[in-house]
């Protein structure tokens, strides 16, 4: 009979003796990674009661029952996008219970990406970067590292490394377009919003946020701060100033978009704005040049046939395009049969043959009008002389001021009349003030001087001999002008000073 000896009661339940044959089972579950050696102590008994005792040891063999295990030791999360090539950025251990070859593993990463796994020391990996990182590109990394063992069949088992890429400043703003252009009507408002440009940053957060300014420069040598501001928030750019076109057509100005990054990044753009014209110049007369005190005038000879050139119209217009297409009219004439004008050109014909019965003196009003919306024109006088004889000149004196002969007129008897008053006024004037200065003046005696100073302005001092006592003392002043009479009683030098209420006549009295 067999039976066992002393044995823990572990053993009791993973193995089984049979009684009679002595073989041994396996009645529970080994594992080689828990106990690879078991030692049973075997009692043979037979019917006489003798024993015997042996010891049964018992080697488990290894199953590639363990799958690795990954295990993640340091790992550097976010990692900048502008690391170097090879820099470490964790650090992996791989661990497999299993024996011998059954624990001999192959790490691997499953997808493409910039990263790889280093042996290190045993059972360790590094992982490391194999190219650059760009986080504008891609941002975020999940790593899938697999690890797989040697065994029959073969285990294995995965770990996902989320990997994310902070934010380095390595892009600078880039506009939307190359270049811009923008058409402003001169005599605009100031602060009116000419355009607007746009810049992009890849970057995140402040690296990637744009502010807007103007370079500095000039125009026509005054700063561009003069003409434009932009809005560094939005890039709408503004006019400071009403432009005028017929100052300057177009100019330049270069706009910089710079970002919040350290150090910052920036890039700039040509911005070219072009004025466009509008019709706010009225035509110029060139010829014949405005009436002054010279007259000029064309003299047409009495045989002039129909269609003779007789004179011409010369003007500009300082706008452009349409706004300064001229087209000429006489708008007054003495005879309105006897001469044209070409309607562009300004040229003054002869409509028909000149007879004996015309006038002499000729004067056409022109108007010179542009072609703009609303249109403005200008007029001017054409003075002509029908004549061959150049002794007939100075008649010309008659037509250039009979038009103004009567106001002349009006003129010289106003001045006139302003004059001979203003001289009868002077007259009556002196001739007062020489009567009056012929007539007896009232003097009195004054016991103290008073100084001049102390006198009002526009009065004079009146010394005199009277009947009044010395005692008492006045002031006299007189105005120079009307020489009327006013008495200030100032101070007395005894008690009987004559009362400031009493008049001096009673005084006197």
């Given at each position: 009979m067999y039976e066992f000896g002393p044995i823990s009661n572990e053993l009791n339940y993973l193995f089984s003796l049979d009684p009679k044959t002595g073989d041994i089972s396996i009645a529970g579950q080994v594992d080689f990674e828990k106990e690879s050696i078991y030692e049973l102590s075997i009692q043979a008994k037979d019917g006489s009661g003798l024993t015997s005792f042996a010891n049964v040891v018992i080697e488990i063999t290894d199953m590639n029952d363990n799958a690795p295990v990954i295990y993640i030791k340091s790992l550097s999360n976010p990692i900048p996008e502008n690391v170097l090539l090879g820099t470490e950025v964790g650090i992996i251990q791989v661990q497999d219970k299993d024996s011998e070859g059954n624990r001999q593993v192959r790490v691997s990463i499953q997808q493409n990406v910039p990263f790889k796994l280093n042996p290190s020391i045993k059972n360790y990996f590094s992982l490391v970067t194999t190219s650059e990182l760009d986080r504008e590109i891609i941002s975020d990394y999940n790593i899938t590292i697999i690890a797989t063992d040697e065994g029959t069949p073969p285990l294995s088992s995965s770990k996902i490394i989320h990997l994310s890429v902070s934010d380095v400043n390595d892009n600078p703003p880039v506009f939307e377009e190359q270049s811009y252009s923008t058409y402003v009507t001169e005599n605009n408002k100031p602060g009116f919003s000419m355009c607007s440009v746009t810049a992009r940053d890849q970057d995140w957060r402040q690296n990637g946020m744009v502010v807007y300014s103007l370079l500095h420069s000039e125009i026509n040598g005054v700063p561009v701060s003069s003409f434009l501001s932009i809005n560094g928030d939005t890039g709408v750019i503004h006019a400071v100033r009403a432009?005028?076109?017929?100052?300057?057509?177009?100019?330049?100005?270069?706009?910089?978009?710079?970002?919040?990054?350290?150090?910052?990044?920036?890039?700039?753009?040509?911005?070219?704005?072009?004025?466009?014209?509008?019709?706010?110049?009225?035509?110029?007369?060139?010829?014949?040049?405005?009436a002054g005190n010279s007259l000029m005038t064309e003299m047409v000879p009495k045989a002039a046939l129909a269609g003779s050139l007789v004179s011409k119209v010369i003007a500009v217009d300082a706008d452009s395009g349409q706004n300064a297409w001229l087209s000429y009219q006489i708008v007054k004439s003495i005879d309105p049969g006897l001469f044209t004008i070409g309607l562009h050109s300004g040229e003054i014909r002869a409509q028909r043959d000149i007879s004996d019965s015309d006038s002499m003196k000729q004067n056409l009003v022109i108007s010179v009008k542009d072609n703009g919306q609303p249109s403005l024109s200008t007029t001017c006088d054409v003075y002509l002389l029908i004549s061959d004889n150049l002794a007939e000149v100075p008649e010309l004196k008659d037509m250039a001021y009979e038009d103004s002969s009567k106001l002349t007129s009006y003129l010289i008897i106003g001045l006139v009349s302003v004059s001979t008053f203003f001289l009868t006024f002077i007259i009556l004037i002196l001739a007062v003030r020489f009567c009056r200065s012929r007539k007896p003046?009232?003097?009195?005696?004054?016991?103290?001087?008073?100084?001049?100073?102390?006198?009002?302005?526009?009065?004079?001092?009146?010394?005199?001999?009277?009947?009044?006592?010395?005692?008492?003392?006045?002031?006299?002043?007189?105005?120079?002008?009307?020489?009327?009479?006013?008495?200030?009683?100032?101070?007395?030098?005894?008690?009987?000073?004559?009362?400031?209420?009493?008049?001096?006549?009673?005084?006197?009295?």
């Open positions: 432009f005028d076109y017929e100052q300057f057509r177009s100019f330049k100005v270069h706009v910089v978009a710079r970002d919040n990054g350290s150090p910052p990044l920036s890039s700039n753009v040509t911005v070219s704005v072009f004025i466009t014209d509008e019709n706010d110049n009225s035509p110029q007369i060139l010829y014949p040049a405005p003046r009232m003097l009195f005696d004054g016991a103290v001087a008073i100084p001049s100073a102390y006198f009002p302005p526009n009065y004079a001092e009146v010394d005199g001999t009277g009947t009044l006592r010395s005692s008492n003392n006045y002031d006299a002043y007189l105005t120079t002008g009307s020489r009327t009479s006013d008495f200030k009683f100032v101070r007395s030098y005894n008690d009987n000073t004559l009362p400031a209420d009493q008049t001096l006549m009673n005084n006197l009295n």
